[in-house]
C-alpha cells in the first residue's frame, strides 16, 4: 500500500514535525500531498494539499499549490499575508495550468498551512476543507473552519453538525484553488505554549473518525510517528474511502523548562528589574498628565486589533429546505470533490458524477 512519510526536528529544536500520507482503501491514486519545510533554525512551514477534479488534476493540483506556494513564501513583512500573497500566488498556477491544459481542467485543490517561528508564535492558513486543530492538554479544538456548504449551513443554523455528517452535498467545496473563485483564505496568528501539538490532515481523516477519536490519539503519550501512524489506521480501520494525509507539528515540551532553569534567568531578571524602573516612571508621568489635561491629550483612535480568524461570508445562493434535497442542482462556481459516500457508488460511477458536475460548472 503506498505511503509517504516523512519528519523534522530533533530534541533540541523548538518545533517537531512528522506526517503521512496513504492512498486510501478505495482509491487508485493519492491526490492528498503534505509539505514540510525547514526555513531557518527553528522555524517550519508545513502544509497539506487535497487535490481534485479527475485522476490527472487532482494530483497536479495539489503538488502544484503546495510547490508554487512555498516559492512564493517571501521572507519578511507581515506573516499572515504572506501567507495570503503565497497561496494567491498558487491559486493562479492552477488556474492558469487548467486553462491552457484540456486533461486538467476543473482541477482545484484544498491547501492548509502553518508557519511555525522561533519566537514561538504561528500564522496559518485555510482554504478548502481540510483542517487544522490544536491540542493542548486532552482538548481538542478546530481552529479552520471549513470551506464547505453543509459547513454553511451548520453556521447558519439550517442543519445540526449530525446533519451534516451525512448530507448528500458534503462534498461541495465553496472554497478552494484553481476555482475560478475570488479566494479570500482564512488566516491566523497564534501564540503557543510548550506542549501544543496541531494536526493538519485532510477529509480522508476528519471524515472517516469523529474528533474524540482524533483527540485520543493526537494526545496520546507516544512518539510523533507513532501518532501518525495511529491516525492513518484508525481512518482506514473506518473504511478508508479517501486518501489520508495526517501531519502533526508539535512544540517542543522541555526547551522551555531548560532556558528557565538556566544560569542566565537571574541576571536577566535582575536586568529587566532596572530596565522597568524609569519605564514605570515614564508610565506614571503620562498617566498623570492625562489625568490633569483637558483635551491636551487627544484621543487616537486605534484600529480593532484584527480577530485571529478571518471568516468568510455566506455567500451561497441557494437556501432553505432545497439543500436538503440531494437532487438540488450546483450553481456556477461550486466546487465539487470526489465523494466520500461511495459505499452506495462505485468509483465509476462517482468520477462520472464528478466529472459531470464540473464541466457543468465550466460551461459558460
Ligand atoms: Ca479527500
Redesign the pocket.
Known amino acids: 500500500m503506498a505511503e509517504d512519510r516523512t519528519e523534522t526536528g530533533s530534541e533540541k529544536s523548538l518545533w517537531r514535525a512528522a506526517a503521512r500520507t496513504h492512498l486510501g482503501l478505495r482509491r487508485e491514486s493519492n491526490q492528498?500531498r503534505f509539505l514540510i519545510a525547514e526555513r531557518g533554525e527553528d522555524h517550519l512551514l508545513v502544509a497539506v494539499a487535497?487535490g481534485m477534479g479527475g485522476v490527472a488534476g487532482g494530483e497536479v493540483a495539489s503538488r502544484l499549490g503546495l510547490e508554487v506556494f512555498e516559492a512564493n513564501l517571501a521572507e519578511g513583512g507581515i506573516r499572515r499575508e504572506r501567507l495570503r500573497e503565497a497561496v494567491l500566488a498558487a491559486d493562479n498556477a492552477i488556474t492558469g495550468e487548467s486553462v491552457v491544459r484540456a486533461d486538467l481542467a476543473g482541477m482545484g485543490t484544498t491547501l492548509v498551512a502553518l508557519e511555525a517561528r522561533a519566537d514561538g508564535m504561528l500564522s496559518w492558513l485555510n482554504v478548502g476543507d481540510s483542517r487544522i486543530y490544536r491540542a493542548q492538554g486532552e482538548s481538542l479544538e478546530q481552529i479552520s473552519s471549513d470551506h464547505s456548504l453543509v459547513a454553511d449551513l451548520v453556521r447558519a443554523r439550517q442543519i445540526t453538525p449530525e446533519e451534516a455528517e451525512t448530507h448528500p452535498r458534503r462534498n461541495v467545496l465553496t472554497m478552494a484553488l484553481g476555482a475560478d473563485k475570488t479566494l479570500d483564505p482564512e488566516t491566523g496568528d497564534l501564540e503557543t505554549v510548550p506542549g501544543d501539538r496541531f494536526l493538519l490532515c485532510?477529509?480522508?481523516l476528519h471524515g472517516m473518525i469523529p474528533d474524540r477519536d482524533i483527540a485520543r490519539i493526537l494526545t496520546a503519550d507516544w512518539d510523533i510517528n507513532a501518532r501518525c501512524d495511529s491516525l492513518v489506521e484508525a481512518a482506514l480501520d473506518a473504511g478508508g474511502t479517501?486518501?489520508v494525509t495526517v501531519l502533526i507539528l508539535e512544540r517542543h515540551p522541555s526547551r522551555r523548562a531548560a532556558v528557565l532553569s538556566g544560569g542566565d534567568g537571574a541576571a536577566g531578571n535582575a536586568s529587566t528589574i532596572w530596565l522597568s524602573i524609569p519605564l514605570a516612571l515614564i508610565l506614571l508621568l503620562l498617566i498623570l498628565r492625562l489625568l490633569s489635561s483637558d483635551g491636551g491629550f487627544g484621543y487616537v483612535p486605534v484600529d480593532p486589533a484584527p480577530s485571529d480568524t478571518t471568516h468568510i461570508e455566506l455567500d451561497l445562493p441557494i437556501v432553505g429546505d432545497q439543500l436538503l434535497d440531494s437532487n438540488t442542482q450546483l450553481t456556477p462556481g461550486d466546487i465539487v470533490?470526489?465523494p466520500l459516500w461511495s459505499d452506495s457508488l462505485s468509483q465509476d460511477s462517482s468520477e462520472m458524477m464528478n466529472n459531470d458536475d464540473v464541466n457543468r460548472r465550466r460551461r459558460p
Open positions: 492528498d487535497d485532510s477529509d480522508g479517501d486518501n470533490r470526489d
